[in-house]
């Protein structure tokens, strides 16, 4: 019988925890029997002081079995996922699955929903009319076994004790904890019985991670929770120093993302979109080089037989298949106002939060969970970093349906856009990759 | 209107509070507003990052104000008080109020119970058949105007905010923060409305503080609280290598405290007593040096007039004033046994916080804040650092209701004391006084 103060003392001290007792820790935040003052304590240290490797796999393998795990023992084919740490214009998810799917391997992606600055998956399917995320688990499995892929969002059952601590960490002012966001993308990832996972972690003024330092922290750490897991795990270091994309928002941006499908779309989200599935695919074991993987994702778009895997899914998930060859189908924000360029020169600089931001004012995000989603809303940028822009041309789209909304995301986006007189060379997409 | 969650992350992040957040935080500590979650992240935070002179001024300050004080501005006597952070054997305030009474000062004395290996001034008392320690505050202000001093606990009523922290700080492994210490400390001391302070800060191996360095630190704490709330606080680091006179337990700590006053005891008890006596007396102005507050202390003792100042307290407080006569009246457990050495020597170490967990076991004290007191067990102690001993001569004696409680406690106390061929110097009674 352990006391808890003393638990809470070792981590304090900087030191281990035993399995047993992370253990004992994971299940009292399930079964309610940690009192919610010891946990935050708890975890205020351990944002603190860390958590060793060893702790690190113990509490995230503690939170996966907390609850249910998608079983995908019937599924031969090798399973395999990606997740983003979140950017603006994100889209990636709804081209990807598909893609990787028509190449031969099973994709169980279970997504978030937007919040702040980012958006989630989610709310960019259910923009879809009639697609339904919340599929209980045995339903999930019977849509991968039957196109491949599944796109769901987290339901109950799944890793319970990373939602309980997940809300109190939101509370408690230790949301920004490597350890932490770490284990808890992993014991969701996890419980999808993947065999690899490709983690996209989003660097630059968009994304959480401003730092290359903490973004390469956080991607080791996740690397290392899936070699003890015995999943395969690498990490795509990518930009968000702008948008990725053109669209910003949410039935904006499954339009782009089906474009891309349909082989047109933005080339800074076809090229992202295809390095991070011929990572998975050589990953996973599906490719076993990246020139084979290449050519396999290049032949899914081309063949349409991608876009043949999205319309599968969802058909199988509810929604209007329609919208796959008409994507006027999807919901549209009733007025649109463009911001134009103040003056000639070159796009310097573009405060890539602050376009999320202004895009969650126009009602295509939420300030807290519990605010509702205007799916026709959002922004479409003209412009990206090095062009050259003359003074009047437009540099983005506002859409919306409340006007009220306007003047202030308005002014954000102007704001949020810098022209300077000299030419800077543009981030590259990619930073860096590690395996 | 502050989100909890940023005043919890400013501190989290080494950042100052502002006067205003602070104010809100204790606000919500006392009418529950705030949770206790995120009460107890904060509490980690600091425990982390400490918190700085003007922080610690107004937490104090915030916690001293979330209840009532005691009203003495009719008492044109300066009011002084003394405070010690717990040691083994330490009866000093017993004897040391009446003295200081006696010379002039008022003491509205607030104490503590006994928790662990340390007793509890407010146990020690309630040895004196009918003595009630739980008086409201009115009536301690009725005692102290009537003969100088009140020896009480704190009330509900009474910086609340403290007692609901450090009930969580309890559970929460947050205890041992100097800038916690100091607040919960201060913030009791400073609702009695004193003009001085003296600490007696305990430092050796029966003490809460095992390091020099610790120690000065939370003196230096507790005096820059007290500058800044404009009363004069200084900290006598006295040694707490062995216990403080011969007995330890509650009764016959009181009888020894006294014995004091009656001209006899031990002579560390008095020697340390006449000092914080003298301290307390400069402090507060009642003597102009450190000569003539020793004059008078002396005389308050020699003339019996302190004894006399402990019999008016006894009797307003409910007591039996025989005691003070006769301390055979005082309760006194059924059973002893002496405990012996084993060899001849001399006294070389006493762990004495060993020594403190023997007395509990007897029945002294208690494992937990709801345990019983059997007011007459305890030990005395017949051996100090440095003492020639040799084999077969009484190192302690153990006094006990419960037999079966005597053999551990005889294993703990020999255990506890060392005897070795060559003689070390023995600590001083007092390592420094800060000022």
Known sequence: VYRIQDLIRT???????????????????????????????????????????????????????????LDLARLSLPKVDKHSTGGVGDKVSICLAPLVAACGAA?????GRGLGHTGGTLDKLEAIPGFDTRLALPRAVEVVQA??????????????????????????????????????????KLAEGIDALVMDVKLGNGAFMKSAERAAELAQTIIEIGR????????????????????VGNANETREAIEVLQGDGPDDLWQLTRLLACEMLTLCGVASTAEEGDDLVSHARASGQALERLRQCVTLQGGDPRVLDDTARLPRAREER????QADG???????????????????????????????????MHVRLGQQVSRGEPLATLHFNTADRA???????QQAITIADASTDPPPLVHRVLR
Chains 1, 2 share one sequence.
């Open 11 to 69: 981590k304090r001290d900087g030191l281990e925890l035993s399995d047993d007792a992370i253990g004992v820790l994971i299940d009292g935040v399930v079964d309610g029997s940690l009192p919610e003052y010891q946990a935050a304590a708890l975890l205020m240290a351990i944002y603190w002081r860390g958590l060793s490797p060893r702790e690190l796999s113990r509490w995230t393998d503690a939170m996966l079995h907390s609850g249910q795990v």
């Open 107 to 111: 994709v169980p992606m279970i997504s």
């Open 147 to 188: 196109c491949g892929l599944v796109l769901v969002g987290q339901t109950g059952d799944l890793a319970p004790a990373d939602r309980k601590l997940y809300a109190l960490r939101d509370l408690t002012g230790t949301i920004e904890s490597i350890p932490l966001i770490a284990s808890s993308i992993m014991s969701k």
């Open 228 to 247: 003890r897991a015995g999943v395969a795990v690498s990490a795509v270091l990518s930009d968000m120093n702008q948008p990725l994309g053109r669209e």
């Open 338 to 341: 463009p911001v134009v360029a």
């Open 346 to 380: 070159v796009i310097a600089r573009i405060e890539t939060e602050q376009i999320g931001v202004a895009a969650m004012r126009l009602g295509a995000g939420r300030q807290r969970l519990e605010d509702a989603i205007d799916h026709g809303a959002g922004l479409t």
């Open 407 to 413: 003047a202030d995301a308005m002014k954000l986006v």
